[in-house]
């Protein structure tokens, strides 16, 4: 039974690993499943007591010397952009709070089964030693390596096979969802107040797991999600981010002030919403099917960046500048950035419904040649039998082919438009409900900024150490919109130099 649940993981359902008091989002392990040379494992480490170099020399007892390790709390920030061109924004702190308990590592191996590297990883008294609980206290970050702990779990096959049924009779969040403030604020004071399973039935409906770790009678939980887009993966390391950064800010802030708390509560969770929307329309965008012979054509607007290099404007360049000293120019500059995305995607949505509504026409203009087509059909015995009795009727023989032609090219123009037609008109109709969540999402953070503006008491507090985690944080989002809108910008610049051609 837990082979069954670990092959859906990687078919639509994504697991939420909750331990130590933080979300764990457990990404797809593409090695594997594109059978690559180097495999890796990807772990979160709790209580550690140990150095990074005896961490790298346990690891390398297991794995052999030709394996690394790499430690991810630092890392660089880049944002792919087409096959070879990128965007990189900054450097610096992952959304992480350092703390000296705390790694995340990426061990690389190619001479070892990913489940024996896992195996000996559990089975090793050096690897025991750094931590509190043993291996309990690592938590897998990626797809194989998750299975491999759950097989080896002591979960009874009954509990397997409830969990495995119920999920198909419950409605799972997909990590895309767009995200309700209210909903979200009960869900951190749930768990703050270690109410956790009905943070859980709030936030992530659905079955519950228990995994038993078999060390000082540890468990981590596992709550299921689903997996509805392409780039849901992406949204949900976003989301699981930025959920762990609200619930540490939440707890460390002594002097809890609901009217400041929500300031940047709201901000933050706003940003991610319209990071959310402006994803998806992306990728909708880039799907468009285009009718028509159009030399710039190349299938979708997706192989067409391709050939293009996006570049941030200098407003998005100031806004993802690292300083946060003068918090409120961050904000203006924001602002500014909302305002342009909103006159873009307004621009761009009315340009949607006016070619929907062009190519409607020009597909109700084919069923004229396909009538046509019939008449022609029906004609051409009536002429041909026509000429045989007379014999003498003036150009009978090309009047009956030139007949022909036109008939079969009546046909073929139908068939034609209307399925060219249809499938541009079905693609761009999927856009429109992204648009309408993408203009509620950019008017609900317009909104919350001009109260932030004028409302002296819900001003943010940026300096204080304890909440250092709030730069860190809005840096990220600030990051990931700046990403999202040259995306999102280049795509609807696409989609303008198409229509020039239809």
């Given at each position: 039974?837990?082979?069954?649940?670990?092959?859906?993981?990687?078919?639509?359902?994504?697991?939420?690993?909750?331990?130590?008091?933080?979300?764990?989002?457990?990404?797809?392990?593409?090695?594997?499943?594109?059978?690559?040379?180097?495999?890796?494992?990807?772990?979160?480490?709790?209580?550690?007591?140990?150095?990074?170099?005896?961490?790298?020399?346990?690891?390398?007892?297991?794995?052999?010397?030709?394996?690394?390790?790499?430690?991810l709390n630092e890392f660089e920030r880049s944002y792919s952009r087409?096959?070879?061109?990128?965007?990189?924004?900054?450097?610096?702190?992952?959304?992480?709070?350092?703390?000296?308990?705390?790694?995340?590592?990426?061990?690389?191996?190619?001479?070892?089964?990913?489940?024996?590297?896992?195996?000996?990883?559990?089975?090793?008294?050096?690897?025991?030693?750094?931590?509190?609980?043993?291996?309990?206290?690592?938590?897998?970050?990626?797809?194989?390596?998750?299975?491999?702990?759950?097989?080896?779990?002591?979960?009874?096959?009954?509990?397997?096979?409830?969990?495995?049924?119920?999920?198909?009779?419950?409605?799972?969040?997909?990590?895309?969802?767009?995200?309700?403030?209210?909903?979200?604020?009960?869900?951190?004071?749930?768990?703050?107040?270690?109410?956790?399973?009905?943070?859980?039935?709030?936030?992530?409906?659905?079955?519950?797991?228990?995994?038993?770790?078999?060390?000082?009678?540890?468990?981590?939980?596992?709550?299921?999600?689903?997996?509805?887009?392409?780039?849901?993966?992406?949204?949900?390391?976003?989301?699981?981010?930025?959920?762990?950064?609200?619930?540490?800010?939440?707890?460390?802030?002594?002097?809890?002030?609901?009217?400041?708390?929500?300031?940047?509560?709201?901000?933050?969770?706003?940003?991610?919403?319209?990071?959310?929307?402006?994803?998806?329309?992306?990728?909708?965008?880039?799907?468009?099917?285009?009718?028509?012979?159009?030399?710039?054509?190349?299938?979708?607007?997706?192989?067409?960046?391709?050939?293009?290099?996006?570049?941030?404007?200098?407003?998005?360049?100031?806004?993802?500048?690292?300083?946060?000293?003068?918090?409120?120019?961050?904000?203006?500059?924001?602002?500014?950035?909302?305002?342009?995305?909103?006159?873009?995607?307004?621009?761009?949505?009315?340009?949607?419904?006016?070619?929907?509504?062009?190519?409607?026409?020009?597909?109700?203009?084919?069923?004229f040649s396909y009538i046509l087509s019939v008449l022609i059909a029906?004609?051409?015995?009536?002429?041909?039998?026509?000429?045989?009795?007379?014999?003498?009727?003036?150009?009978?023989?090309?009047?009956?082919?030139?007949?022909?032609?036109?008939?079969?090219?009546?046909?073929?123009?139908?068939?034609?438009?209307?399925?060219?037609?249809?499938?541009?008109?079905?693609?761009?109709?999927?856009?429109?409900?992204?648009?309408?969540?993408?203009?509620?999402?950019?008017?609900?953070?317009?909104?919350?900024?001009?109260?932030?503006?004028?409302?002296?008491?819900?001003?943010?507090?940026?300096?204080?150490?304890?909440?250092?985690?709030?730069?860190?944080?809005?840096?990220?989002?600030?990051?990931?919109?700046?990403?999202?809108?040259?995306?999102?910008?280049?795509?609807?610049?696409?989609?303008?130099?198409?229509?020039?051609?239809?």
């Open positions: 039974m837990a082979t069954n649940i670990a092959y859906n993981n990687h078919c639509s359902i994504k697991p939420i690993i909750y331990y130590n008091g933080r979300f764990h989002f457990v990404e797809e392990d593409i090695a594997t499943k594109f059978h690559f040379d180097t495999d890796y494992a990807l772990f979160q480490i709790y209580n550690f007591k140990g150095t990074k170099h005896d961490i790298i020399e346990a690891i390398t007892q297991v794995v052999g010397p030709v394996g690394s390790v790499s430690f087409c096959l070879d061109n990128r965007i990189e924004l900054r450097t610096g702190s992952s959304i992480e709070i350092n703390n000296s308990d705390m790694l995340k590592i990426k061990i690389k191996f190619s001479n070892k089964p990913h489940a024996v590297v896992v195996e000996g990883l559990r089975t090793s008294a050096s690897i025991a030693s750094l931590t509190l609980n043993g291996f309990a206290d690592w938590i897998p970050l990626d797809s194989t390596s998750y299975e491999c702990i759950l097989r080896s779990s002591n979960m009874s096959n009954e509990n397997l096979f409830f969990k495995s049924e119920a999920r198909h009779y419950t409605k799972l969040r997909a990590l895309s969802d767009p995200i309700d403030p209210a909903i979200l604020d009960v869900v951190i004071d749930d768990l703050l107040d270690d109410f956790e399973s009905g943070a859980f039935e709030k936030l992530f409906p659905g079955p519950i797991i228990s995994i038993d770790r078999s060390i000082n009678g540890m468990f981590m939980t596992v709550v299921l999600t689903r997996a509805r887009y392409i780039f849901d993966e992406d949204m949900g390391k976003l989301f699981i981010e930025v959920l762990n950064s609200l619930i540490h800010d939440r707890k460390v802030e002594k002097e809890f002030d609901k009217l400041i708390y929500d300031s940047y509560f709201l901000l933050s969770v706003r940003i991610l919403n319209l990071i959310r929307d402006l994803v998806h329309l992306n990728e909708i965008y880039e799907d468009f099917h285009s009718p028509g012979v159009c030399p710039l054509f190349a299938g979708s607007i997706k192989y067409m960046k391709v050939k293009y290099i996006e570049s941030l404007t200098d407003l998005e360049k100031a806004l993802i500048d690292i300083g946060f000293d003068r918090f409120e120019d961050r904000l203006q500059e924001l602002t500014m950035i909302v305002r342009e995305i909103d006159r873009s995607v307004e621009t761009a949505y009315i340009n949607l419904q006016e070619d929907i509504e062009k190519w409607k026409k020009r597909k109700s203009m084919a069923n029906i004609a051409l015995p009536s002429i041909y039998h026509y000429y045989r009795q007379t014999e003498n009727v003036p150009f009978g023989p090309i009047t009956t082919v030139v007949g022909c032609i036109i008939g079969l090219v009546c046909a073929f123009w139908h068939g034609w438009a209307r399925n060219s037609y249809g499938k541009a008109i079905t693609s761009h109709k999927k856009a429109i409900p992204i648009h309408s969540s993408t203009a509620n999402s950019l008017e609900a953070l317009q909104r919350w900024l001009n109260r932030l503006s004028i409302v002296k008491r819900c001003k943010i507090p940026m300096n204080n150490e304890e909440l250092k985690g709030r730069k860190i944080l809005l840096s990220y989002l600030f990051d990931e919109l700046v990403s999202s809108a040259a995306e999102m910008r280049l795509s609807i610049s696409l989609e303008d130099e198409l229509r020039r051609y239809r």
